[in-house]
């Protein structure tokens, strides 16, 4: 039997982190993400997936995400059942991640709005392991290159030189 859930969106809001009785970490959070599709009215529609993590992946979470925050989740769905206030018997569907990726770097979420067009990252912060391949430069464009990024070969229209060789197909 399989049961995997991949997602790519944003937090709603900011992460609620506790911990259980025992000491463990539990972040909950609520990622929105877009339907391929768009409504009658021509507008996106959004479904808001609640997901929850454990351990030190929660601790990450709950410090370096926020409300706006892209994340891509990988996990599993889970259906849990309690009993309501009313004495009725509710449902509650889940993603419970086993991986947690953070899509762009700290910072960007409340930046992106500001950042001129060509700025992809949004001149963030670098945050070291954790971030995957995404880094970004702390003060200007001409840092990135410190930062393991290289400068764009296509930026100045020029024509390249590429052999046959060169390429993989």
Known sequence: MI???????????DPEMRYTQSGIAVTRFTLACDRPFTGQDGKREADFI???????????????????SMAGVDGRLQISSYEGQDGQRRYRAEVVADSVRFLEPRGASTQRDTA???????????????????????????????????????????????????LPF
């Not at 991949?6 to 709603?12: A, D, I, S, Y």
């Not at 997901?51 to 990450?60: D, F, G, L, P």
């Not at 963030?124 to 990135?144: D, L, R």
Request: proline share 2%; hydrophobic share 30%; aromatic share 8%.
């Open 3 to 13: 049961n995997r859930v991949v997602l790519v969106g944003r937090l709603t809001r």
């Open 50 to 68: 609640d997901c929850v993590v454990w351990r030190k992946q929660a601790e990450n979470v709950a410090q370096y995400l926020k409300k706006g």
């Open 116 to 166: 001129p067009a060509g700025d992809v990252f949004g001149g963030g912060e670098s945050s070291g392991s954790g971030w995957g391949a995404a880094a970004s430069s702390t003060s200007s464009q001409s840092s990135n290159s410190n930062k393991g990024f290289e400068a764009d070969p296509f930026s100045g229209g020029g024509k390249i030189d590429l052999s046959d060789d060169d």
